[in-house]
Nanobody
Framework: QVQLVESGGGMVQAGGSLRLSCAAS????????VGWYRQAPGKQRELVATIAPIGYTIYADSAKGRFTITRDNAKNIVYLQMNSLKPEDTAVYYC??????????WGQGTLVTVSP
């Protein structure tokens, strides 16, 4: 089982950058698919980006060209680099690790606030 802790959130002005980190402990992280999700007030949780064990990535349309997801399995960390932030990026960002049939772990979330 994997436990996840997100960090790196905070307040930034529009156009600024943040790097979120998802630190994992436990067995299974290296073979899991890891995703960053976000949930804004009054909205459903949505997928932002995912990265497979061998490094393939998928991005939501809203993230393409601005966000980059990477992983360092030796350190058990997945990152989300966010550039050119917009007020509509304001949300609680969650890290998720999945392995079908055996693993579905979530972190506690980290708040990102982008001011106009």
């Amino acid at each position: 089982q994997v436990q996840l802790v997100e960090s790196g959130g905070g307040m930034v002005q529009a156009g600024g950058s943040l790097r979120l980190s998802c630190a994992a402990s436990g067995i299974g992280f290296g073979i899991s698919t890891v995703g960053w999700y976000r949930q804004a007030p009054g909205k459903q949780r949505e997928l932002v980006a995912t990265i497979a064990p061998i490094g393939y990535t998928i991005y939501a349309d809203s993230a393409k060209g601005r966000f980059t997801i990477t992983r360092d399995n030796a350190k058990n960390i997945v990152y989300l680099q966010m550039n050119s932030l917009k007020p509509e990026d304001t949300a609680v960002y969650y890290c998720n690790a999945r392995l079908r049939g055996s693993l579905d772990a979530w972190g506690q979330g980290t708040l990102v606030t982008v001011s106009p």
